[in-house]
């Protein structure tokens, strides 16, 4: 039982190149979601997604797309990175009710 | 101004010291967390409350709903409770999709 898997662990982009941050959980759990993590920050939400074939925007969605492509699945895509977006990116799910978060360990993005 | 704030920022014990990290939020919740983020990056979740007392081990998560404040205890702390502690809070239904909005964080140091 692997929980939440997330790939890469690490990148390094140049300023306007594209990536998919890929998640998958095998715990059945119906809610996904993407977080980012900065110095002096609480975690921030991007988006996150109810159930299959749905999403929400979070606090920060701004340069970010996100895809649930099944009940395991959720990606975030960065179609034309900046700066900005250096951060570390975790993504999480839960079951329905009354259930804390599993996280995933984190994609740590650098772009320069 | 964050929603949630967690003091102190950084915590330094020696072995075997009660430690305490408060957390305090400014709005109605449905359940507040509490969840650690070892050295390496990885986040797990130790305690999901909305009253009352929890106990896990040497850990105790404590809320007061009226005072809108919560504390994590640690007991005899040892070197490996070393790691970043993270208050969140879930505002609305804990159903699928409801958002939590997290702390800062307490950064603590356990020393041999």
Not at chain 1, 36 to 61: F, N
Not at chain 2, 3 to 19: K, R, W
Not at chain 2, 86 to 109: P, W
């Amino acid at each position: 039982n692997a929980g939440v898997t997330q790939t890469p662990k690490f990148q390094v982009l140049k300023t306007g190149q594209s990536m998919t941050l890929q998640c998958a959980q095998d715990m059945n759990h119906n809610s996904m979601y993407w977080y980012r993590q900065d110095p002096g920050m609480g975690l921030r939400l991007i988006y996150y997604s109810a159930s299959e074939g749905t999403t929400d925007k979070g606090e920060v969605p701004n340069g970010y797309n996100v895809s649930r492509l099944n009940k395991r699945e959720f990606s975030l895509r960065l179609e034309s990175a900046a700066p900005s977006q250096t951060s570390v990116y975790f993504c999480a799910s839960r079951p329905p009710g009354y259930s804390p978060l599993h996280f995933g360990n984190g994609t740590r993005l650098t772009v320069t | 101004k964050n929603e949630v704030e967690q003091s102190p920022q950084n915590l330094t014990a020696q072995e075997g010291e009660f430690i305490t990290i408060n957390c305090s939020y400014s709005v109605g919740i449905s359940a507040l967390h509490w969840l650690q983020q070892h050295p390496g990056g990885g986040i797990v979740s130790l305690f999901m409350l909305s009253s009352g007392k929890k106990k896990h081990g040497r850990l105790i998560a404590t809320i007061n709903i009226q005072e809108k404040h919560s504390s994590l205890h640690i007991t005899a702390s040892h070197p490996r409770d070393s790691a970043v502690y993270i208050c969140a809070v879930g505002v609305g239904g804990e159903t699928s999709g409801s958002r939590l909005t997290f702390g800062e964080g307490t950064q603590l140091t356990v020393n041999p």
